[in-house]
């Protein structure tokens, strides 16, 4: 590894002051996955990682999951300490759900452009403009903001929560438009829409998208809700990111071009290694747009170091995790039966 790349993990921590950040040596290769191993065992540490993440963290993971899986593995653990690979909204979800256990997160600035464009306040604004609405949010929002939410939703169990929404009340949806949209259409119900997006999803295009399909007519279009419509439009197959998987994996069809974030193509394959999987294409041709720039900031070098220093730690208010906690214990108790 460049002295480059070690400086940018070491340059996470944030030891300054009390270690000396030359001193610290990171493994490298094979003995890097086994040291992180060691540190595992050593702290009796749960790995918990996202489809999204890269590869070789996938790899390593004690459970790889979506939003709604990986909130259900943190509430359940009995690790004394979760090293949470995915975006901070998660690793905050996950300190919400066990606040006694240790909680750290490979970069803090692993952020999200829904959850940074979503603040608590603007929902408490919606909701004095519409004091009649439920407010639905969407998981990925930061502790405030699901503080002011009615009900937690992930794209797993959006469509089961929002019809069981009491119908005599409007519904906020926040802070997805994408996703809302898309809801609004399967569910029948009208929803008030914040207007946000994924950067990730809003990056796909529909043209080059068409010409993808028109190349390969045998080839079925799977994307995730998040996108926007004139790419679902096209889609034969629309689903969250544990749909997709076991879409792919159970589907005749021989050849998928994928509609959503490039590191669950890692998992596609070893599921269905007989299988063609095709990136969708994205607007700008110079860019590598369908890979989350946040998800990628975490990298096993700062795995290993959040988790021999404990450091990014999660902390959070105890009262503002209370208030968090109750839309996430209402999402889970309404998506019971879902996998
Ligand atoms: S893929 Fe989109 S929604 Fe997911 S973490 Fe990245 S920016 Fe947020």
Redesign the pocket.
């Given at each position: 590894m460049s002295t480059e790349t070690l400086d940018k993990a070491k340059a996470n921590l944030p030891v300054r002051g009390f270690l000396n950040i030359e001193d610290i040596k990171i493994p490298q290769g094979e003995e890097l996955k086994q040291a992180i191993l060691d540190l595992k065992k050593e702290k009796n540490a749960v790995i918990l990682a996202h489809y999204?993440q890269p590869a070789d963290i996938q790899d390593i993971a004690d459970f790889l999951g979506d939003s709604l899986q990986l909130a259900r593995q943190a509430k359940d653990t009995d690790a004394d300490m979760i090293a949470f690979c995915g975006?901070h909204f998660m690793a905050e979800a996950a300190k919400i759900l066990n606040p006694t256990k240790k909680v750290v997160l490979p970069d803090t600035q692993a952020g999200?452009?829904?959850?940074d464009g979503c603040s608590g306040e603007g929902l408490r604004k919606m909701r004095e403009q519409y004091p009649d609405a439920l407010i639905a949010t969407y998981i990925?929002c930061n502790a405030e903001t699901k503080a002011e939410s009615d009900i937690i939703v992930t794209s797993s169990n959006a469509e089961t929560i929002i019809e069981a929404l009491p119908k005599d009340r409007p519904i906020i949806f926040a802070p997805d438009k994408n996703l809302g949209k898309y809801l609004s259409k399967k569910t029948g119900r009208d929803m008030i829409l914040w207007d946000g997006s994924?950067?990730?999803?809003e990056a796909f295009s529909m043209e080059r998208i068409a010409q993808q399909l028109a190349e390969n007519p045998d080839a079925k279009l799977i994307a995730h809700p998040?996108s926007e419509t004139p790419v679902l439009d096209l889609a034969h197959f629309i689903g969250s990111t544990s749909a997709l998987l076991n879409f792919v994996e159970k589907d005749d069809s021989q050849k998928f071009i994928v509609a959503t974030?490039e590191g669950i193509l890692h998992e596609m394959k070893k599921r269905a290694p007989q299988k063609e999987l095709i990136p969708a294409l994205v607007f700008d041709e110079s860019c590598n747009c369908s890979e989350?720039f946040?998800?990628k900031r975490n990298t096993m070098e700062k795995l290993y170091l959040c988790m021999k220093y404990e450091l990014p730690e999660i902390l959070i208010d105890e009262e503002l995790r209370l208030k968090a906690l109750k839309p996430i214990e209402a999402m889970l108790e309404m998506s019971k039966t879902i996998k």
């Amino acid at each position: 590894m460049s002295t480059e790349t070690l400086d940018k993990a070491k340059a996470n921590l944030p030891v300054r002051g009390f270690l000396n950040i030359e001193d610290i040596k990171i493994p490298q290769g094979e003995e890097l996955k086994q040291a992180i191993l060691d540190l595992k065992k050593e702290k009796n540490a749960v790995i918990l990682a996202h489809y999204y993440q890269p590869a070789d963290i996938q790899d390593i993971a004690d459970f790889l999951g979506d939003s709604l899986q990986l909130a259900r593995q943190a509430k359940d653990t009995d690790a004394d300490m979760i090293a949470f690979c995915g975006v901070h909204f998660m690793a905050e979800a996950a300190k919400i759900l066990n606040p006694t256990k240790k909680v750290v997160l490979p970069d803090t600035q692993a952020g999200c452009s829904l959850a940074d464009g979503c603040s608590g306040e603007g929902l408490r604004k919606m909701r004095e403009q519409y004091p009649d609405a439920l407010i639905a949010t969407y998981i990925n929002c930061n502790a405030e903001t699901k503080a002011e939410s009615d009900i937690i939703v992930t794209s797993s169990n959006a469509e089961t929560i929002i019809e069981a929404l009491p119908k005599d009340r409007p519904i906020i949806f926040a802070p997805d438009k994408n996703l809302g949209k898309y809801l609004s259409k399967k569910t029948g119900r009208d929803m008030i829409l914040w207007d946000g997006s994924c950067i990730v999803h809003e990056a796909f295009s529909m043209e080059r998208i068409a010409q993808q399909l028109a190349e390969n007519p045998d080839a079925k279009l799977i994307a995730h809700p998040e996108s926007e419509t004139p790419v679902l439009d096209l889609a034969h197959f629309i689903g969250s990111t544990s749909a997709l998987l076991n879409f792919v994996e159970k589907d005749d069809s021989q050849k998928f071009i994928v509609a959503t974030e490039e590191g669950i193509l890692h998992e596609m394959k070893k599921r269905a290694p007989q299988k063609e999987l095709i990136p969708a294409l994205v607007f700008d041709e110079s860019c590598n747009c369908s890979e989350c720039f946040y998800m990628k900031r975490n990298t096993m070098e700062k795995l290993y170091l959040c988790m021999k220093y404990e450091l990014p730690e999660i902390l959070i208010d105890e009262e503002l995790r209370l208030k968090a906690l109750k839309p996430i214990e209402a999402m889970l108790e309404m998506s019971k039966t879902i996998k």
